[in-house]
């Protein structure tokens, strides 16, 4: 009888340990929108759910195994009309709801968490490094350590310079490239011989991104204020269009 009490308790144990993190996810926005999640790694499994719908003000939840590192993000403009699923912005190309590995096409707003091993300490961060779409935050809940928000509450398509504009067939501004994105140089790309911190220093570009949204990643090198952590196996909350 002892040696199947303590097979359960090994048991349940390695499930806790397993156990990542809860990440809820909720759309402030007053337009739908279409979150999508990606597994890191090229062989990596990825979540049982790649890809969803949430109306305004509509919130949904995925799991997170232990350790995990990937990305979320959200997609706008989505429509079946036919041919397949897509979106104008942050499309995944799988012509699906769910994106099944597929990544976000820039420009994208990304949210990118780390999750470690048995409640070590945690990374996550907001990225503009992709350009941007929506605006975002992450919350960790339950965590110890600093544990802050994580945001970029403004709408930088509404400042987007006229040369990292994406436009609808309206004209509307829908999203605001990366200079990478949009010029493909290595000095935009942190690429070539610009492929180290000190060869890739701020642009005047980069520098827009950052003093719209401090907080987030404005550029690939932008780590001193841009990366946040928390222990002890936290919860997350991710808000699209979360208040300024």
């Given at each position: 009888?002892?040696?199947?009490?303590?097979?359960?308790?090994?048991?349940?144990?390695l499930?806790?340990?397993?156990q990542?993190?809860?990440?809820t996810?909720?759309?402030?926005?007053?337009?739908?929108?279409?979150?999508?999640?990606?597994?890191?790694?090229?062989?990596?499994?990825q979540?049982?759910?790649?890809?969803f719908?949430?109306?305004?003000?509509?919130?949904d939840?995925?799991?997170?195994?232990?350790?995990w590192?990937?990305?979320?993000?959200?997609?706008?403009?989505?429509?079946?009309?036919?041919?397949?699923?897509?979106?104008?912005?942050?499309?995944?190309a799988?012509?699906?709801?769910?994106?099944?590995?597929?990544?976000?096409?820039?420009?994208?707003?990304?949210?990118e968490?780390?999750?470690?091993?048995?409640?070590?300490?945690?990374?996550?961060?907001?990225?503009?490094?992709?350009?941007?779409?929506?605006?975002?935050s992450?919350?960790?809940?339950?965590?110890?350590?600093?544990?802050?928000?994580?945001?970029?509450?403004?709408?930088?398509?509404?400042?987007?310079?006229?040369?990292?504009?994406q436009?609808?067939?309206?004209?509307?501004?829908?999203?605001c490239?990366?200079?990478?994105?949009?010029?493909?140089?290595?000095?935009?790309?942190?690429?070539g011989?610009?492929?180290?911190?000190?060869?890739?220093?701020p642009?005047d570009?980069?520098?827009?991104?950052?003093?719209?949204?401090?907080?987030?990643?404005?550029?690939?090198?932008?780590?001193?204020?841009?990366?946040?952590?928390?222990s002890?196996?936290?919860n997350?909350?991710?808000?699209?269009?979360?208040?300024p």
């Amino acid at each position: 009888m002892r040696t199947h009490v303590a097979l359960w308790i090994s048991f349940s144990f390695l499930l806790y340990a397993a156990q990542g993190a809860t990440v809820t996810f909720t759309n402030q926005c007053s337009y739908p929108l279409w979150p999508a999640t990606l597994t890191g790694g090229e062989n990596a499994q990825q979540l049982a759910n790649t890809g969803f719908e949430l109306q305004p003000g509509e919130s949904d939840s995925v799991e997170l195994p232990s350790p995990w590192s990937g990305r979320f993000w959200a997609r706008t403009g989505c429509s079946n009309n036919g041919g397949g699923f897509t979106c104008a912005t942050g499309d995944c190309a799988s012509g699906q709801v769910e994106c099944n590995g597929a990544g976000g096409i820039p420009p994208v707003t990304l949210v990118e968490i780390t999750v470690a091993e048995n409640g070590g300490q945690d990374f996550y961060d907001v990225s503009n490094v992709d350009g941007f779409n929506v605006p975002v935050s992450i919350s960790p809940e339950g965590g110890t350590g600093e544990c802050a928000t994580s945001t970029c509450p403004v709408n930088i398509n509404d400042q987007c310079p006229e040369q990292l504009q994406q436009r609808d067939s309206n004209g509307n501004v829908i999203a605001c490239k990366s200079a990478c994105e949009a010029f493909g140089d290595d000095q935009y790309c942190c690429t070539g011989n610009n492929s180290t911190p000190e060869t890739c220093p701020p642009t005047d570009f980069s520098l827009f991104f950052e003093e719209q949204c401090p907080d987030a990643y404005s550029y690939a090198y932008d780590d001193q204020n841009s990366t946040f952590t928390c222990s002890s196996s936290p919860n997350y909350f991710i808000i699209f269009c979360p208040d300024p």
